[in-house]
């Protein structure tokens, strides 16, 4: 068994307890793993590489929400489009207008998160205050796409207080959001705001303390990965 079964069910007992979702970060792991995660009931897989996406999508059922976690480049949009779940790592104005494009091509609507930038010193992908701004004023014009929360990653770091405020601040971020959309509904946020992705192996715990709703959670489940195969 390459799957940490025993570790599995215990992060879906707190989570249960905590009404999180858990997103199984399957990246660079071989079809076998995610076929035994399956196996296990999990449903909610997370990728970060578009031609893996796809390539999983093809051989594994097709009752698996896939979820795109990571910077998705504009050009490569259309090859997910047609099935997956969620994107959460939407972090340019000009990504979203394409999904926005890509999705009326396949006749759907495709749920975003919008990634905030969290982490106070490593550069990450992420909007900026005045980014989010900017689609604000531009989401009307939006019919394809619903915007259900954000996404967040905090620094990679031992100093929990940091990584603590981090999340803090997104939270926060994720409220005022939330308040906003209420006071200007519109097609692209009609569902509502509920989802606030945050937390992985390292942080996932502290992450729910501080209101996550969903975490992405990859090695502790699958082992290390290993980028040289
Ligand atoms: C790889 C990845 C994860 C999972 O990381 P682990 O530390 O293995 O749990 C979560 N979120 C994103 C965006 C990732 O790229």
Not at 31 to 53: C, H, K, P, S, T
Not at 122 to 136: R, V
Not at 137 to 158: D, K, Q, W, Y
């Amino acid at each position: 068994m390459s799957v940490n079964s025993l570790k599995y069910n215990e992060i879906i007992q707190l989570l249960s307890i905590s009404n999180t979702t858990l997103i199984a970060v399957s990246k660079t792991k071989p079809i076998e793993d995610l076929q035994e995660m399956y196996a296990l009931g999990q449903r909610d897989f997370g990728e970060n590489y578009v031609q893996e996406l796809v390539d999983k999508e093809t051989k594994l059922p097709k009752d698996i929400h896939w979820h795109f976690i990571g910077h998705l480049q504009s050009n490569k949009v259309k090859y997910i489009a047609p099935f997956v779940h969620l994107i959460h790592g939407v972090d340019s104005l000009k990504l979203l207008q394409e999904i926005n494009k890509q999705a009326l091509k396949n006749n759907r609507t495709i749920d975003c998160l919008l990634q905030l930038h969290i982490a106070e010193e490593e550069t990450k992908f992420g909007l900026d205050q005045s980014e989010i701004e900017a689609i604000k004023l531009i989401l009307p014009t939006l019919h394809n796409i619903r915007i259900l929360g954000f996404m967040g990653m905090a620094s990679f770091s031992e100093n929990m207080v940091k990584v603590k405020r981090e999340f803090i601040h997104l939270k926060n971020e994720f409220d005022l959001f939330k308040i906003w959309t209420n006071q200007n509904p519109m097609d692209a946020t009609s569902n509502g705001i509920s989802i606030l992705s945050m937390g992985m192996s390292g942080d996932y715990q502290l992450a729910i303390e501080c209101g996550s709703t969903m975490v992405r959670i990859g090695s502790l489940l699958f082992g290390a990965r290993d980028y040289n195969k």
